[in-house]
């Protein structure tokens, strides 16, 4: 199956870079590209609120939301974007697979590594020289091991000897709506080893989940956004536990009422 997706050319002449600093600036991207996208999925979500949700006579915002949103939409997990990692075990020339690949982007003054799109599944990967590839843009752990190996594929019809080893999922992304009113303030003080809110900064509390690792962003809307889960199962067994406090947290009309 050929890639079909429409590419620039790459541009040479890039600085040679030692491995420590192209691993710190991958990271940094990493990190980047995660509190980048929470907030992409956060915005995307009010704005879909503020534009469908009509408040009815008498009803506050909050509550005409609450009224818009089916009880079946509710604790239902939708994955938004998974991370995965495979080895190619070989090296890759990235200006030869940019010239060559009709999918394919190349900028090494901006990043080190070649940016390849496909469609079934719609899916990204970055490549580096090492044989290293990261895929993002799936919505299912099934799709990306597709994904993977279809780059792997185009990789072997370039000429290159690229196996598909030690594919892993990185991190799994996912929103969920719960009923909104929720007091992050209050979720701070009972919760403050675990939980950080500076609403000066960002909209959203910031929940650290100790077992399954991963962090969760709540926002008072009733909007969860998981990150850094390994699984969908992973996010459903912490989801089932956050309910329950959840609940406790919402439609207070006081912090002493919330925390007592």
């Excluded at 040479?12 to 990493?30: C, F, I, K, M, N």
């Excluded at 200006?95 to 900028?107: I, P």
């Amino acid at each position: 199956m050929k890639p079909v997706a429409t590419y620039r050319q790459s541009q040479v002449g890039a600085t040679h870079q030692s491995p420590e600093l192209t691993t710190a600036r991958d990271s940094a991207v990493d990190d980047q590209s995660q509190i980048s996208a929470v907030s992409s999925v956060a915005t995307q979500d009010e704005e879909h609120d503020s534009i469908e949700t009509v408040p009815r006579f008498g009803q506050t915002d909050r509550s005409a939301a609450a009224a818009m949103v089916p009880p079946s939409d509710y604790n239902v997990v939708s994955v938004r974007n998974i991370f995965a990692r495979v080895d190619l075990e070989c090296r890759i020339d990235l200006k030869h697979v940019a010239l060559k690949a009709r999918n394919a982007e190349y900028h090494p003054k901006r990043f080190a590594a070649v940016i390849m799109r496909i469609r079934d599944p719609s899916c990204t990967a970055m490549i580096y020289a090492s044989g290293k590839m990261v895929t993002v843009g799936t919505h299912d752990e099934n799709d990306a091991r597709i994904a993977s190996r279809k780059f792997a594929r185009i990789m072997q019809k370039l000429g290159y000897d690229a196996q598909h080893k030690n594919f892993a999922i990185m991190n799994v992304m996912a929103v969920v709506t719960v009923p909104p009113t929720l007091s992050l303030e209050a979720i701070r003080m009972r919760h403050h080893n675990f939980a950080t809110f500076e609403p000066e900064i960002f909209a959203g509390l910031i929940y650290r989940f100790m077992s399954p690792k991963m962090v969760i962003f709540i926002f008072e809307n009733g909007k969860l956004v998981f990150t850094g889960a390994k699984s969908r199962q992973d996010i459903q067994y912490a989801l089932d536990q956050m309910i329950p406090m959840l609940d406790n947290f919402r439609n207070v009309r006081s912090l002493a009422q919330a925390i007592s």
